[in-house]
T-cell receptor, first 115, second 109 residues
Framework: GAVVSQHPSWVICKSGTSVKIECRSLDFQATTMFWYRQFPKQSLMLMATSNEGSKATYEQGVEKDKFLINHASLTLSTLTVTSAHPEDSSFYIC???????????FGSGTQLSVL | DAKTTQPTSMDCAEGRAANLPCNHSTISGNEYVYWYRQIHSQGPQYIIHGLKNNETNEMASLIITEDRKSSTLILPHATLRDTAVYYCIAHSGNTPLVFGKGTRLSVIA
């Protein structure tokens, strides 16, 4: 099946620093990628939708200036958490869908811990 | 996406079939029923999906009622590695998947 690679798997950073998370579709072209966030014992919550070559669409309550999303190519999307704070500590998961594909494939997730 | 309802948790003995129900009484005609699972600290894994016919693959079987208002995911021989949260989602188009709370399946030795 299709593979979505997410990197890094985990990251620990100091409060106030920025963290970049990469999401790559390895064997298909992802016209659309989605970013989710998951807090402990909760379900996945959609943060934003990114389409290749255009600006991301953010869900209500998600700050676009804090969570910068770039989808510059059909195989790569990045999420940058700017000026991270402890409350941004969470499990971030990307997913990708190829054109004409009914299935959505997920990365392995990134556990972010902000000290 | 239509709302789905799943039991909060279920137990299953190792080696037995695990039958996970899902209610989607307001599903629309073009929405598929998708099943994903999430093992602790990993991204969701696709299991199976269907529109109205029953489906089977190497992981599971999906039984959809004739009126499409409910479905059952069947893991024929559950193993300890099947312990996970299972999500049933009614979905169509290129919009993102919306996850509910899912069913926490515990496979017991």
């Amino acid at each position: 099946g299709a593979v979505v690679s997410q990197h890094p798997s985990w990251v620990i950073c100091k409060s106030g620093t920025s963290v970049k998370i990469e999401c790559r579709s390895l064997d298909f072209q992802a016209t659309t990628m989605f970013w989710y966030r998951q807090f402990p014992k909760q379900s996945l919550m959609l943060m934003a939708t990114s389409n290749e070559g255009s600006k991301a669409t953010y869900e209500q309550g998600v700050e676009k200036d804090k969570f910068l999303i770039n989808h510059a190519s059909l195989t790569l999307s990045t999420l940058t958490v700017t000026s991270a704070h402890p409350e941004d500590s969470s499990f971030y998961i990307c997913s990708a869908k190829g054109q004409g594909n009914e299935k959505l494939f997920f990365g392995s997730g990134t556990q972010l811990s902000v000290l | 996406d239509a709302k789905t309802t799943q039991p909060t948790s279920m137990d299953c003995a190792e080696g037995r079939a695990a039958n996970l129900p899902c209610n989607h009484s307001t599903i629309s005609g073009n929405e598929y029923v998708y099943w994903y699972r999430q093992i602790h600290s990993q991204g969701p894994q696709y299991i199976i999906h269907g529109l109205k016919n029953n489906e089977t693959n190497e992981m599971a079987s999906l039984i959809i009622t004739e009126d499409r208002k409910s479905s059952t995911l069947i893991l024929p021989h559950a193993t300890l590695r099947d312990t996970a949260v299972y999500y049933c989602i009614a979905h169509s188009g290129n919009t993102p998947l919306v996850f509910g709370k899912g069913t926490r399946l515990s496979v017991i030795a």
